[in-house]
């Protein structure tokens, strides 16, 4: 019998190093990523002023729907991808048109991590779905009620800021979609339903245009650049970015980067917009970021299913 001889030390450091690289350049992308999901709400924001939420909607889904369409899925759907396609772009319909409708009255800052609050309802939604939570996602769902009630409690008599409570209807609708496309992805492509469901934001969101209580378009440079950077870069190249990234990067690195979009949104706009921030709002923030942090960190890879 001919035995086959082991791979040489040289070829096996030559394999680590190569996974090394490949796990270094997909985390710097998720990084880049990240960063361009953080920037868009102050792009969106100023996009509010030449036309109505839902407009904006359908043009920015309808846009990257295709490309992912003709990218991703090489222009054809599988039948088995229709529904759930159908379902996941209903959800994620209801929380992009909650989170850009609060954009009007909230600032992108605020509307950043009140979204990222999604991420601490993940765990507790699927608590009811018949699992056990674990400390380190009750110890970051605290943290982040507690930030929650900092940012959207108002100071006096104060009326609740409504743009604040709309983005957490969008962070309610998010976590939805993040707990049903943990189901389906396990039996279907990413490739295959990722397109579907985005066009199925986009098509809702312009069949929804007739209804709305005012629609407008103003066509502006603003306007044209905040379409292509959130439809191209934020949707499409992003998305697209996030499924060949995370083929190379543990969850856990995956999720913990996630968690810097709210600090990313801060950062650009305290630059872009000069937003300027009160004591209780700082705290607010921190709070959530590290109840977001500890989810993803101590929360464990995945609930735990409730025996018995």
């Not at 380190?136 to 959207?152: D, P, R």
């Not at 707990?179 to 279907?188: A, F, K, Y």
């Not at 492509?189 to 397109?195: D, L, R, T, V, Y």
């Not at 103003?218 to 379409?227: K, N, Q």
């Amino acid at each position: 019998m001919i035995g086959v001889s082991p791979a040489s030390p040289h070829a096996q450091n030559n394999k680590r190093l190569s996974d090394l690289s490949k796990r270094t350049k997909a985390e710097l992308l998720l990084v880049v990523a990240t960063f361009i999901w953080g920037a868009t709400f102050v792009i969106v924001k100023g996009a509010l002023s030449d036309t109505s939420p839902l407009l904006f909607i359908a043009l920015r889904f309808l846009l990257a729907g295709l490309l992912m369409w003709l990218v991703m899925a090489r222009g054809r759907i599988e039948h088995r991808a229709v529904l759930p396609s159908l379902l996941l772009g209903i959800v994620l319909f209801a929380g992009f048109a909650f989170q850009t409708w609060g954009l009007l009255y909230t600032t992108p800052s605020r509307s950043a991590f009140v979204t990222g609050f999604s991420v601490i309802l993940v765990p507790l939604i699927s608590h009811f779905s018949g699992y056990r939570l674990g400390r380190g996602n009750a110890v970051a769902a605290a943290l982040g009620l507690a930030g929650l009630y900092f940012l959207v409690m108002p100071s006096g008599m104060g009326a609740v800021n409504r743009g604040d409570l709309l983005t957490l209807l969008g962070a309610i609708s998010f976590a939805f979609h993040i707990v049903l496309l943990g189901v389906w992805s396990r039996r279907i492509s990413f490739m295959q339903f990722a397109p579907g469901q985005i066009m199925v934001v986009g098509m809702i969101a312009i069949l929804a245009v007739p209804f709305a209580p005012a629609v407008a378009l103003h066509w502006t440079g603003g306007l044209v650049f905040a379409i292509v950077v959130t439809a191209v870069f934020a949707t499409a190249f992003a998305f697209s970015a996030q499924v060949w990234a995370q083929r190379y990067t543990p969850p856990a690195h995956t999720a913990l980067i996630f968690s810097l979009e709210p600090v990313f949104a801060l950062l650009t706009s305290l630059v872009v917009t000069g937003e300027h921030l009160g004591g209780k709002e700082v705290l607010g923030f921190a709070l959530i970021l590290t109840g977001m942090v500890v989810s993803e960190r101590w929360g464990g890879p995945a609930p735990a299913p409730v025996e018995g």
